[in-house]
């Protein structure tokens, strides 16, 4: 017969002797010591040239088609928005269809099917600020997500499993960038990856290859020959809304104060 | 259509992507969580604190959480896209976000309430078996009862003295360890809200505070309301039963005093607590606003135009004037009736709803860019399931929910036993 003590003491050995093996296993796990040993790893950035944007919509157009978002739907995944400021103090924004099918008049939109005019000679400043998912390093909308259905990758892009969202949208509130949205097909939570299936094969994203302007660039900021990395180490660039202390990875050069 | 597009209307400059997402089912979850968080701390102020008064509230009102309990989480899965995957939060629950460990919570919440009612009801299940297991030829009803009631009792069947002082100290204990794990639930509720530091409105440490005081004032209120109306429908029935023509006998030890309806004395102290928790809630409610306003951070611009233009009639009017201004000096006024106190209670649960609501539309009400507006018109006749589910529909049914189940429990736990009755009074 076994005693009390024999039996709790032969317990813990053989749970010593099953966790041991497992964690030898993790120890040597080849690829994350292949990892450290190699060259710094990726991290995926992004710049944005608000100066050569023109908004003519064409990498809202490119995004569309490359990621399954149904042309004709009030939402986007990247979107340009367009500021004018008019000579008395005004400040006026709009995307319209997210600005995919460009700016061609000065009509501003206020919501509720409501335009403004706004006359060339009035208008003191005017620009395009594109935005998209700032894949942030610490990202608020991969912290409230109940199920871990977004997580962000090794390489820093912010992803969503469609098959394990049970869309509860405590991502879309908590995203102070307002870049998700549910898709009207599949009803998870949506928004831009930096096209993570293109960058992954050495692909530029469907906006940056669309941009005939070069108003967007991807790289890889961890590489010290990458061009995007180059200009935000060494040039003046801003990100958008850092008071959040989301970290975003997606950079601004030519933001004005305006922007929002 | 992107979902949310269809009940939100956008006014200046919005970005794309928002719209109302949260919309009436999440104000419904907040309402009915506060329910049953307010249902328990009434009962258990006559278990733990020993109210005397609140003795007949405290069987009742604890019925009545259980009921709520099963609504509770109902808003949230008739507000999931994908309501059949609202089991993966249990598989791959994410805990650094506020909502993973609210099924945890819930079943621990669920369970505890569900022992406190054993317990409660223990002797009364062993009474309606036992005399069930002895009788020779049972009818089908009768089985049927015999098999509830005989699982009920889990196969104990002791009703000695002595057991029933440790089933008494038992209800002590859970009622204890009950209040913090209400207050958890319900508190967490106000946290799901309080941390999203993206929306300007939700962030404040103060918001689930806020969201337990307010809740207690609504559960108060639900189990007065309900407690007034059982009672005076009881009344009813029974004074309809002694009419000269009715063939049917009533029992003889059914006295004047059963046939009462609500004790005005009842009322009257279950007010008091009303009262107390109404002040803390409005206190911290005005704290936060004029926090708000006098430091008058970036966001401030905005949320003055919420606040003071566009939601204005929710809180200014509805909110704060009929839902906690005007009960509040109804029940203050000496002399309450009856009449005077259903008034107050209903526009004091009022008050809680629009609260729930000025904090989940009010919060949406203003876009992420800080210089453009969203309006949430409600659908009223649904034109598909989705706009049934987040309607009017929807809401109501949710509402409604809670009142069915308790009429059903009622049959397995009675909240008026008469033979208490004499011992109560």
Request: glycine share 8%.
């Amino acid at each position: 017969m076994i005693s009390r003590r024999d039996f709790i003491k032969y317990s813990l050995q053989g749970i010593a002797v099953i966790a041991v093996p497992l964690t030898a296993i993790e120890i040597i796990n080849p690829s994350k010591l292949f990892a450290s040993k190699g060259a710094k790893k990726i991290r995926w950035g992004f710049l944005v040239d608000t100066e050569k944007c023109v908004g003519c919509g064409f990498c809202v157009k490119a995004c569309q088609n490359e990621n399954e978002i149904p042309y004709d739907i009030n939402a986007s995944r990247t979107w340009v928005e367009r500021y004018v400021l008019t000579k008395d103090g005004k400040v006026l924004a709009d995307s319209p269809k997210a600005g995919r099918d460009g700016f061609i008049t000065g009509r501003i939109e206020l919501g509720q099917g409501k335009y403004q005019d706004i006359k060339n000679e009035d208008i003191e400043k005017a620009f395009f600020v594109p935005k998209l998912c700032n894949q942030c390093e610490n990202p608020p909308c991969v912290q409230v997500c109940p199920v871990g259905a977004t997580y962000q990758t090794e390489d820093g892009v912010v992803l969503v499993d469609r098959k394990w969202c049970i869309g509860c949208g405590y991502c879309i509130m908590a995203c102070p960038y307002g870049v998700r949205f549910f898709h009207p097909v599949y009803h998870a939570a949506e928004k831009c990856n930096f096209c993570y299936h293109r960058i992954t094969k050495g692909l530029k994203t469907a906006c940056v290859q669309a941009c005939p302007f070069g108003a967007r660039l991807i790289g890889n900021i961890n590489d010290p020959n990458d061009e995007v990395g180059r200009i935000i180490r060494t040039e003046r660039v801003s990100v958008l809304k850092d008071e959040f202390g989301t970290k975003p990875q997606v950079y601004y050069r030519g933001l004005s104060k305006e922007v929002r | 259509m992107v979902h949310g597009e269809i009940w939100t209307l956008k006014e200046l400059f919005v970005y794309p992507n928002e719209y109302i997402y949260w919309s009436i089912q999440i104000v419904m979850y907040p309402f009915m969580t506060g329910l049953v968080a307010g249902a328990f701390v009434l009962s258990s102020l006559y278990h733990v604190f020993g109210i005397k008064e609140l003795k007949e509230m405290a069987r009742f009102a604890l019925v009545f959480s259980f009921a709520l309990l099963f609504a509770a989480p109902m808003p949230i899965v008739l507000h999931l896209q994908h309501p059949f995957r609202g089991i993966n939060v249990f598989m791959t629950p994410h805990f650094t976000s506020a909502i993973a460990a609210f099924g945890i919570v819930f079943f621990a919440y669920g369970a505890i309430v569900a022992s406190e009612l054993w317990f409660l009801y223990r002797k009364h299940f062993v009474e309606v078996a036992l005399p069930l297991k002895e009788k020779k030829d049972k009818g089908l009803f009768e089985w049927i009862k015999f098999l509830v009631f005989c699982s009920l009792t889990l196969g104990v069947y002791d009703l000695s003295e002595e057991s029933l002082k440790r089933d008494e100290k038992a209800i002590k204990v859970l009622a204890g360890i009950g209040i913090p794990v209400a207050c958890f639930l319900h508190g967490y509720a106000g946290f799901i809200f309080g941390s999203v530091k993206a929306n300007a409105l939700w962030m404040t440490p103060l918001m689930p505070i806020i969201f337990i005081m307010s809740a207690i004032v609504s559960g108060i209120a639900l189990c007065m309301l309900t407690y007034i109306i059982v009672m005076e429908v009881r009344k009813i029935k029974i004074k309809s039963l002694r009419k000269p023509w009715r063939s049917v006998r009533l029992d003889s030890e059914m006295s004047q005093e059963d046939v009462k309806g609500a004790e005005i004395s009842v009322i009257k102290i279950t007010a008091k607590y009303l009262l107390l928790f109404m002040i803390f809630a409005i206190t911290l409610e005005l704290l936060d606003l004029v926090f708000r306003g006098y430091t008058a951070v970036k966001h401030w611009d905005i949320l003055r135009t919420v606040i003071y233009q566009k939601d204005f009639t929710n809180i200014f009017l509805l909110q704060y004037t009929f839902g906690n201004l005007i009960p509040f000096v109804l029940f203050l006024i000496p002399g309450l009736t009856i009449r005077r106190a259903i008034i107050g209670l209903v526009l004091a649960m009022m008050g809680v709803f629009m609260m729930r609501w000025n904090v989940v539309i009010g919060g949406q009400a203003f876009s992420l860019t800080l210089s453009g507006y969203m309006e949430y018109i409600m659908p009223i006749v649904p034109r598909d399931w989705e706009t049934f589910k987040e309607g009017l529909g929807g809401a109501v049914s949710i509402f409604v929910m809670p009142f069915v189940l308790f009429w059903i429990m009622a049959r397995i736990f009675p909240v008026f036993n008469a033979e208490e009755k004499p011992a109560a009074h």
